[in-house]
C-alpha cells in the first residue's frame, strides 16, 4: 500500500506516541495486549486498558518474559496480540523472543519496544533495533506519532503476511509526545484457529535448522518492503543525510536548504535507496536515535555520523545537535543562568518508603558495616540524600540475587531491597535458592500495592498473598516479619529488624503500606 | 512573540515547574483548544522517575504549519511558563531574544536553594513578567488552582479562544465548585498587571 494511507471512517484524537500504537493495534484487530510497565512504555497497555477493557485480554504480566509468551500463545491460537516493554524489558524476554522469531507466528503478533535514549528514567541506552538485527525480525521505526498508529496497524499485516513477528521501535520523545492523529475504523478480531503444525512450532534442533534457513531467507526478501517505507528526495550533490525515526524529524526542524535526504522508517536496510543517494552526493552523513546501527551496516561506504565524531555517541539527540552536524549555526539565543541547581526526584511526602529506609538507616546505627542491595522502583531514590541507604542497583530483581552471591564471598551483615511488583518480575526465584541454601540476610519485600514508580499499575501479590508466597518459596515462617513502616513506629520496627539481622539464616521483612500517591489518587 | 498574523502562527512554549505542580493539566487545555481551533500541535512530557518533586518540563508547540520537531531547539522558544521560578530560569537558553518569560514568583524549597532575590532578579533582567501564584490561586478559593493561574496569565499571548470551554470539561467530574474556582484562577491571572509585581 502507498503511504501515507488514508483511512474510510477518519476521525481525529488527541495521542500520545504510545497511545498511538495502542490505538493501531486496536484497530489492526488485536485480542490480547501483554505488558509490564517501564518507563516510556506503560501507556501503550495504559490506554487498551482504559479503552477497551473486557473488549481485550490486557492484565499486567508479571514481567515481559511471561508477557512475550503469553502473546505468543494467542497468536499460536490464531488472535492477534501485542506486546508492549520498554528496551531493558526485552532483555527479559529475549529468550522467546530470539527463538520464536524461528518459529514464527499463527495470529499477527507485533512487539512495541521503547528506548530510552539519554535515560530519562532508565539504566543504560540500549537500541532495541540490534535485538530485531539479532534476531532477523523486521522492525518498523516511525518518525512521529501517525507513523507510530499507522505502522503498528500496518505491522499486523506484514506480521500475518510473513508469518513473522514484527517490532516497532520508539523512543522516549516519540512515546511521550502528544499530537493529533488521524485514525481509521477498528478491524475485526480474529476467530480462533489454533496452529495444526507442531513441527513448526516445536524448535527441535532438526526442525529447527531448516526454520531458521527459511527465516533468514524471509528477512532478506523484506528489503523490497523496506524501499517503499522509506522515501528518497534526490536534490543537492554536496550533502547526502540518511536519518532514521525522529533523527529525520530533527534534520527537518533545521529546514536545510539543497541538501538530499534518505528517510529510514523500516529495518532490513533499503540497501537500493542507500546506494543511489551515495551514488548521488559528495558527503553522506546518518543521523539515527540510539546507537550508530545504521552506520555500521554501511561501512563500504565513506559515511560521517556517529562513529567519527560528527555527532556524539551517547545522549539523545536534539535539534541543536544536528543543526551543527550538518554544518549550520546556532539560533542566537540567550546564556543559561548560573544559579541553576539540580532539583532530583524524591520520594514523596508520607512515602511508606522513606519509613523503611529510616528503619534500615537506624538498623545501620547498631549494625554499620551493612551492606545493602537495591533494586527498581521508587524505593531506588533511597540510594540519593538523605537517605544514602543502598550500595548497588542494577536491574529488576538484582538485588536477592547480587546480596546472596555477596553474602556466599562472605560479607555479612547483608539485607536486600525490593518492591512487590519487582519481586514478583523477577525476584522469587532468587528467594527460592535463598531459601533452599537458608541464606544468611535479610530480605526486605517494600509491598506499596502497586507498580508505582510507572504511575500506579496494579500488581500480582499483595498483603498476605505475598506473604503465603514468601512461605511457599520455603522461608521459615518465623523469619518472616510483616512490619507497618509509618514514622510512629519507628523504634519498635527498628527492635524487630535488629533481632532479625543476628540470625544466622534467611528472614524476610515486609513493610506493608498503601503507596502514599495512588492513595491519593484513589 | 508569538506570530499570530493572518498567513502564519508559530508559537513555541516552554513549560516549566516542579513534579506535582500540574503542568500536564494546564498544558491538557491548551492541547484540546488546539485541535479544536485547527491548529497543529505537539506536547512533549516527562513521565516516570522524573515527576516525583524533581524538576519537570514540557515542550509545547503550536502551528498552522507542520511541525516536525517535538523538542523547542535552544533559541527559538517564544514563551517560558513556569509554575516556578527556578525552573523557568532553567530553560533560559531556549528562549528567542525577543522571548518572554511568564513565572510564577513562588518559590518551591524541596532542594538548598539559591539566593531567591538572585534569582528574581535575574528573571526581571530577562523581562520576566511574575505572578504570586499562590496568592490568586487562594484569592480565587484554591491554593492548587496555581496552575491554572498561570494558564490564564500566558492566555492573553495565545491566538486560542476555547481554553475556558477546556477548564470546564477537565474538572466537570469534581464538581461545580472546583469549576468554578479553575475558571476564576483563569481570569485572575489572565486580568492581573504581573508585570507590576
Known amino acids: 500500500m502507498p503511504y501515507p494511507f488514508v483511512y474510510t471512517m477518519q476521525k481525529k484524537k488527541i495521542l500520545l506516541g504510545d497511545e498511538?500504537?495502542?490505538?493501531?493495534?486496536?484497530?489492526?484487530?488485536?485480542?490480547?495486549?501483554?505488558?509490564?510497565?517501564?518507563?516510556?512504555?506503560?501507556?501503550?497497555?495504559?490506554?487498551?486498558?482504559?479503552?477497551?477493557?473486557?473488549?481485550?485480554?490486557?492484565?499486567?504480566?508479571?514481567?515481559?518474559?511471561?508477557?512475550?509468551?503469553e502473546a505468543l500463545g494467542h497468536s499460536w491460537a490464531g488472535k492477534r496480540a501485542l506486546i508492549a516493554m520498554k528496551h531493558v524489558g526485552l532483555n527479559v524476554a529475549a529468550d522467546p523472543f530470539m527463538s520464536s522469531a524461528i518459529a514464527g507466528i499463527n495470529g499477527g503478533m507485533v512487539l512495541a519496544v521503547a528506548d530510552d535514549p539519554g535515560m530519562h528514567s532508565s539504566q543504560n541506552e540500549q537500541d532495541s533495533r540490534c535485538y530485531a538485527d539479532f534476531a532477523k525480525v523486521p522492525c518498523f521505526e516511525p518518525t512521529d506519532q501517525q507513523e507510530a498508529y499507522d505502522f503498528t496497524r500496518e505491522a499486523f499485516d506484514?506480521?500475518?503476511?510473513?508469518?513473522?513477528?514484527?517490532?516497532?521501535?520508539?523512543?522516549?520523545?516519540?512515546?511521550?509526545?502528544?499530537?493529533?492523529?488521524?485514525?481509521?475504523?477498528?478491524?475485526?478480531?480474529n476467530s480462533l484457529r489454533p496452529a495444526r503444525d507442531n513441527k513448526r512450532w516445536t524448535v527441535l534442533p532438526a526442525y529447527a535448522?531448516?526454520?531458521?534457513?527459511?527465516?533468514?531467507?524471509?528477512?532478506?526478501?523484506?528489503?523490497?518492503?523496506?524501499?517503499?517505507?522509506?522515501?528518497?528526495?534526490?536534490?543537492?550533490?554536496?550533502?547526502?543525510?540518511?536519518?532514521?525515526?525522529?533523527?529525520?524529524?530533527?534534520?527537518?526542524?533545521?529546514?536545510?536548504?539543497?541538501?538530499?535526504?534518505?528517510?529510514?522508517?523500516?529495518?532490513?536496510?533499503?540497501?537500493?535507496?542507500?546506494?543511489?543517494?551515495?551514488?548521488?552526493?559528495?558527503?553522506?552523513?546518518?543521523?539515527?536515535?540510539?546507537?550508530?546501527?545504521i552506520e555500521r551496516q554501511l561501512n563500504r561506504f565513506k559515511i560521517h555520523g556517529k562513529l567519527d565524531g560528527t555527532l556524539?555517541?551517547?545522549?539523545?539527540?536534539?535539534?541543536?545537535?544536528?543543526?551543527?552536524?550538518?554544518?549550520?549555526?546556532?539560533?542566537?539565543?540567550?546564556?543559561?543562568s548560573s544559579l541553576l541547581k539540580i532539583r532530583p526526584p524524591r520520594l514523596c511526602v508520607g512515602c511508606p518508603h522513606a519509613s523503611t529506609y529510616d528503619v534500615i538507616n537506624g538498623v545501620k546505627k547498631r549494625f554499620p558495616k551493612l551492606r545493602s542491595f537495591g533494586d527498581i522502583g521508587c524505593y531506588t531514590l533511597g540510594a540519593l540524600p538523605p537517605y544514602n541507604a543502598i550500595d548497588t542497583c542494577i536491574d529488576m530483581g538484582a538485588s536477592i540475587g547480587m546480596a546472596k552471591g555477596a553474602v556466599d564471598a562472605g560479607v555479612r551483615p547483608v539485607i536486600a531491597v525490593i518492591g512487590d511488583s519487582t519481586f514478583t518480575?523477577?525476584?522469587?526465584?532468587?528467594?527460592?535458592?535463598?531459601?533452599?541454601?537458608?541464606?544468611?540476610?535479610?530480605?526486605?519485600?517494600?509491598?506499596?500495592?502497586?507498580?508505582?514508580?510507572?504511575?500506579?499499575?496494579?500488581?500480582?501479590?499483595?498483603?498476605?498473598?505475598?506473604?503465603?508466597?514468601?512461605k511457599g518459596l520455603g522461608v521459615d515462617e518465623r523469619h518472616i516479619r510483616v512490619i507497618d513502616p509509618v514514622p510512629t513506629r519507628l523504634k519498635e520496627n527498628i527492635a524487630i529488624v535488629q533481632k532479625e539481622i543476628p540470625y544466622k539464616g534467611l528472614s524476610v521483612i515486609i513493610p506493608v503500606r498503601a503507596c502514599v500517591t495512588m492513595v491519593k489518587k484513589r | 512573540m508569538c506570530d499570530h498574523g493572518e498567513k502564519k502562527m508559530k508559537c513555541d512554549i516552554i513549560l516549566a515547574g516542579v513534579g506535582g505542580q500540574g503542568i500536564l493539566t494546564l498544558s491538557y487545555a491548551i492541547v484540546n483548544a488546539c485541535l479544536d481551533e485547527g491548529y497543529n500541535v505537539l506536547q512533549s512530557e516527562i513521565h516516570g522517575m522524573s515527576q516525583r518533586g524533581g524538576a519537570v518540563y514540557a515542550h509545547l508547540r503550536i502551528s498552522d504549519k507542520k511541525i516536525y520537531s517535538d523538542m523547542i531547539p535552544k533559541g527559538r522558544a517564544d514563551i517560558i511558563l513556569g509554575t516556578e521560578p527556578l525552573e523557568a530560569l532553567r530553560h533560559l537558553d531556549h528562549l528567542t531574544p525577543e522571548g518572554k518569560i511568564i513565572t510564577s514568583s513562588v518559590p518551591v524549597k524541596n532542594i538548598i536553594y539559591p539566593d531567591e532575590a538572585k534569582v528574581l532578579d535575574e528573571l526581571r533582567r530577562h523581562g520576566a513578567l511574575l505572578l504570586d501564584s499562590t496568592d490568586l490561586a487562594r484569592k480565587a478559593g484554591s491554593i492548587k488552582a496555581q496552575n491554572i493561574v498561570m494558564l490564564g496569565a500566558v492566555s492573553r499571548f495565545l491566538p486560542l479562544k476555547t481554553l475556558k470551554m477546556y477548564i470546564k470539561k477537565l474538572f466537570s467530574k469534581k464538581g461545580k465548585e472546583i469549576v468554578k474556582i479553575n475558571l476564576l484562577a483563569f481570569d485572575l491571572g489572565l486580568i492581573t498587571k504581573c508585570w507590576e509585581i
Open chain 1, 20 to 69: 498511538a500504537v495502542a490505538q493501531g493495534a486496536i484497530d489492526a484487530g488485536i485480542s490480547g495486549s501483554y505488558a509490564y510497565p517501564g518507563t516510556p512504555s506503560t501507556e501503550i497497555n495504559e490506554y487498551v486498558r482504559s479503552t477497551e477493557k473486557g473488549k481485550i485480554h490486557c492484565a499486567w504480566s508479571p514481567n515481559e518474559k511471561v508477557a512475550y509468551e
Open chain 1, 158 to 189: 506484514l506480521s500475518e503476511k510473513n508469518n513473522i513477528p514484527v517490532m516497532v521501535r520508539l523512543v522516549t520523545r516519540l512515546s511521550h509526545t502528544r499530537t493529533i492523529v488521524a485514525v481509521g475504523a477498528k478491524r475485526k478480531q
Open chain 1, 209 to 293: 535448522r531448516r526454520m531458521f534457513k527459511e527465516h533468514l531467507a524471509k528477512y532478506d526478501s523484506l528489503q523490497k518492503f523496506s524501499e517503499k517505507r522509506s522515501s528518497l528526495s534526490l536534490r543537492g550533490k554536496r550533502l547526502g543525510v540518511i536519518a532514521s525515526g525522529i533523527a529525520y524529524n530533527y534534520l527537518m526542524e533545521n529546514a536545510p536548504k539543497d541538501i538530499s535526504v534518505l528517510k529510514i522508517n523500516f529495518y532490513p536496510l533499503p540497501m537500493k535507496s542507500i546506494e543511489k543517494l551515495a551514488k548521488h552526493v559528495k558527503k553522506l552523513i546518518v543521523i539515527e536515535e540510539g546507537y550508530p546501527f
Open chain 1, 312 to 336: 556524539p555517541l551517547t545522549g539523545e539527540l536534539t535539534p541543536d545537535i544536528v543543526r551543527k552536524a550538518i554544518g549550520m549555526k546556532a539560533h542566537p539565543g540567550r546564556k543559561a
Open chain 1, 425 to 470: 518480575h523477577s525476584g522469587m526465584t532468587s528467594l527460592l535458592k535463598a531459601a533452599k541454601e537458608n541464606t544468611d540476610m535479610t530480605v526486605f519485600i517494600l509491598d506499596n500495592d502497586t507498580t508505582a514508580m510507572t504511575g500506579g499499575q496494579e500488581t500480582l501479590a499483595n498483603d498476605q498473598r505475598l506473604v503465603d508466597i514468601v
